[in-house]
Nanobody, 123 residues
Framework: QVQLVESGGGLVQAGGSLRLSCAAS????????MGWFRQGPGKEREFVAA????????YYADSVKGRFTISIDNAKNTVYLQMNSLKPEDTAVYYC????????????????WGQGTQVTVSS
């Protein structure tokens, strides 16, 4: 079993920045990828970004490319999501998740999920 705890969410004005953290504990394969997803009010959960465990492969949704950066610190078992130039449409609950070795973008292919952290961007 793997436990994931997200933090770093909050209220920020448009154009601002936030850094989300996801601390992992428990048993997880060293080969698992890590992903960030988000779910806005009345919307489906959508892929944001993912990274392989070694940190050399990343993938982003088009909507966040160039603004968000995912990174991983294996010594701390923590994955980060640096979010810059935030927009009101980025408002959502953000979740981190453990996925398979090969990066995937579908929520159903991820194994473990955190409880989520709220990000609200005001205009």
């Amino acid at each position: 079993q793997v436990q994931l705890v997200e933090s770093g969410g909050g209220l920020v004005q448009a154009g601002g920045s936030l850094r989300l953290s996801c601390a992992a504990s428990g048993r997880a394969s060293s080969g698992n990828s890590m992903g960030w997803f988000r779910q806005g009010p009345g919307k489906e959960r959508e892929f944001v970004a993912a990274i392989n465990r070694e940190g050399w492969s990343t993938y982003y949704a088009d909507s966040v490319k160039g603004r968000f950066t995912i990174s991983i610190d294996n010594a701390k078992n923590t994955v980060y999501l640096q979010m810059n130039s935030l927009k009101p449409e980025d408002t959502a609950v953000y979740y981190c998740a453990v996925g398979p070795w090969r990066i995937k973008t579908t929520p159903a292919e991820y194994y473990y999920w955190g409880q989520g952290t709220q990000v609200t961007v005001s205009s």
